[in-house]
Nanobody, 118 residues
Framework: QVQLVESGGGLVQAGGSLRLSCAAS????????MGWFRQAPGKEREFVAA????????GYTDSVKGRFGISRDNAKNTVYLQMNSLKPEDTAVYYCAAGTTWGQYDIWGQGTQVTVSS
């Protein structure tokens, strides 16, 4: 089972960019589908983006399409979330997740805070 550690969060002005990274331990990273989720204060955790084991398939929630990009480097055991044109409503704790089935995640990171100022 992998363990996940997110990094790259921070404070950015609206319109700016951040790249989140999620480093996975273990030698089985390439067997997991990976996802990014976020949770804003007072709101439920929501899906942001997902990527298949090989990286050939991706999916996004509508609110980030065209602005965010998910990618992975299986040689580095890392998944990324490139976030462009950030908006204040993107402010949240962002979580990395792993699962052996597309759309189902059972391993979670500790989260990284993203704050977008207006």
């Amino acid at each position: 089972q992998v363990q996940l550690v997110e990094s790259g969060g921070g404070l950015v002005q609206a319109g700016g960019s951040l790249r989140l990274s999620c480093a996975a331990s273990g030698r089985t990273f390439s067997t997991y589908c990976m996802g990014w989720f976020r949770q804003a204060p007072g709101k439920e955790r929501e899906f942001v983006a997902a990527i298949s084991r090989s990286g050939g398939r991706t999916g996004y929630t509508d609110s980030v399409k065209g602005r965010f990009g998910i990618s992975r480097d299986n040689a580095k055991n890392t998944v990324y979330l490139q976030m462009n044109s950030l908006k204040p409503e993107d402010t949240a704790v962002y979580y990395c997740a792993a699962g052996t089935t597309w759309g189902q995640y059972d391993i979670w990171g500790q989260g990284t805070q993203v704050t977008v100022s207006s």
